[in-house]
């Protein structure tokens, strides 16, 4: 099946820094590319749909200038956390989709989140 | 009201159980319908798809009513390993694609 990675798995930062996570689709090309978050005990809730080389859709209630995503490749997408705060602290986790499968997704193993 | 809605367990069960999970939905223009299971600190992996014909696979059935937007996930002789949290996923027609709703999950406990 189609493989997603994301790195880093984990990071730890101090309020004020930026973050930035990658997601790579490994084996196919994405064009479409997802970014969500988890909090403890809740599920996953979209933050922003990233297509190739046009501006992310954003969610409702999700800050574009905070959480900058560039999608400049068909394999690569970058989630910038810009002056992170405990309160971000999250599982965040990206997700791929190929052309030819309109419904399918596929997800990249998360990536942690700590933010001190 | 959430767009997506399950029982909010936890279940627990003992190994060899018939578990039955529940999911409704609120929007009547939902396209595709899934399945999904998160392990602790890992990301969602799809089980199945669900259909209105009903689909199985091994020991794991789906069941869709369009006209009730009800979805179920009925798993048999639960093994240990069927431990998980059972994430109900709705997806609409969108031109940009597979946008996916997930509901807030389902925990589940299979004991020895």
């Known amino acids: 099946g189609a493989v997603v990675s994301q790195h880093p798995s984990w990071v730890i930062c101090k309020s004020g820094t930026s973050v930035k996570i990658e997601c790579r689709s490994l084996d196919f090309q994405a064009t479409t590319m997802f970014w969500y978050r988890q909090f403890p005990k809740q599920s996953l809730m979209l933050m922003a749909t990233s297509n190739e080389g046009s501006k992310a859709t954003y969610e409702q209630g999700v800050e574009k200038d905070k959480f900058l995503i560039n999608h400049a490749s068909l394999t690569l997408s970058t989630l910038t956390v810009t002056s992170a705060h405990p309160e971000d602290s999250s599982f965040y986790i990206c997700?791929?989709?190929?052309?030819?499968?309109?419904?399918?997704?596929?997800f990249g193993p998360g990536t942690r989140l700590t933010v001190t | 009201r959430k767009e997506v809605e399950q029982d909010p367990g936890p279940f627990n069960v003992p190994e060899g159980a018939t578990v039955a999970f529940n999911c409704t939905y609120s929007n009547s223009a939902s396209q595709s319908f899934f399945w999904y299971r998160q392990d602790c600190r890992k990301e969602p992996k799809l089980l199945m798809s669900v259909y209105s014909s009903g689909n199985e696979d091994g020991r794991f059935t789906a069941q869709l009513n369009r006209a009730s937007q009800y979805i179920s996930l009925l798993i048999r002789d639960s093994k240990l390993s069927d431990s998980a949290t059972y994430l109900c996923v709705v997806a609409g027609r969108e031109t940009s694609g597979s946008r996916l709703t997930f509901g807030e999950g389902t925990q589940l406990t299979v004991n020895p």
């Open positions: 997700s791929a989709r190929a052309p030819a499968r309109a419904t399918e997704q596929y």
